[in-house]
């Protein structure tokens, strides 16, 4: 199990009370963006994409701080841009530590190491570094669009994980990703003592460059059933299992758009956030004046109608574990019973390792690859 007992307890209590209170829309996850700003072009982020007058601002802490306290979820992940180049980020977190958040430091983890010599933190089990990993060393620096990041991160993971601190990684898969190398990759990062892994399928957001490898909710089915099945027993990640399964075709999960709210320099973002419709100024209005049937495969809205990402999803799954006993029953079955055996996943592992399995490939058929090569000689 890549969750400890205390942060489970402290979201099972968190969920179980907003149910007492009869909230049918509570926050999970605070995602709070205090920049854009990054030190690399990655292919399928839309951050960096903002004109460099808003690429050259960020948040104060005060604004930081009174986002999450007027949302109130239990959980802050700290996405950017980069935000180990926030020049605030230590005074955030030791607030934030203080208010016994459980905190995401999601980063490439190119700085990491130097933050780390330098004392800007201490181990707490409030916080976790987040280390942004898209798979094997040549598959990642292909994806983040510069030679020797995988390897910086891979030190700084040892470094972190030697000092005491909480790490994971988190994984964006694409189409055309090859699950047998996603599988080795989940092996190196056993390897390196990492808390749990956490992993979702792409979505086309309008502002991400690469628009053409982007899962449809079929092939997401079949890639993570093949990634997910017949899995050694050492795997742990750190997200809801029911998610996992869900992934995997085993459930089907409604949207949850408010579970995991974003602020960032323009306020808070409305649902979702990887959609660009404008924003609120308090979360208060984002709660009460957002149309919220209008999100989700229900919907029928039709930018939903593929996503299974986890910002919407893994707050479903999350509800569904702590506010029923048929959630928390099989949350129990998924953790005791995690090797899912499936010979027929398996034979179409062994399938697709018969086939080729070129990024770089796929993105000249698609006529993309020469902007990836300007994104590298750039960065």
Known sequence: ?????????????????????????????????????????????????????????????????????????????????????????????AELIKRRKYIYLCTNAVLLTEKLQAGWFAPSKYLTFSIHMDGQRDHHDFAVCREGVYDEAADAIRMAVRMGFRVTTNTTLFEGADPNSVRAFFDEMMDLDVEGMTISPGYAYEKAPDQHNFLKRRDTNTLFEMILANRPKRWKFNQSPLFLEFLMGKRDYECTPWGNPTYNLFGWQKPCYLLQEGYYDTFEELLNDTDWENYGRASGNPKCQQCMVHCGHEPTAVHHTFSTLGGLWGTVKALMFNRYASPAAQVRLEEEAKKPHDPLARLVEIGFAEDLKDKAGAA
């Open 1 to 93: 199990m890549g969750v400890p007992v205390s942060q489970m307890w402290t979201v099972a209590t968190y969920v179980l009370g907003q149910k007492l209170r009869r909230r049918q829309r509570y926050p999970l996850v605070l995602m709070l963006e205090p920049l854009f700003r990054c030190n690399l072009a990655c292919a399928g982020c839309g951050k960096i994409q903002y004109p460099a007058h808003i690429l050259k601002q960020h948040l104060t802490v005060q604004d930081c701080l009174r986002a999450v306290d007027e949302c109130g979820a239990p959980m802050v992940s700290i996405p950017g841009g980069e935000p180990l180049m926030y020049p605030h980020i230590r005074q955030l977190v």
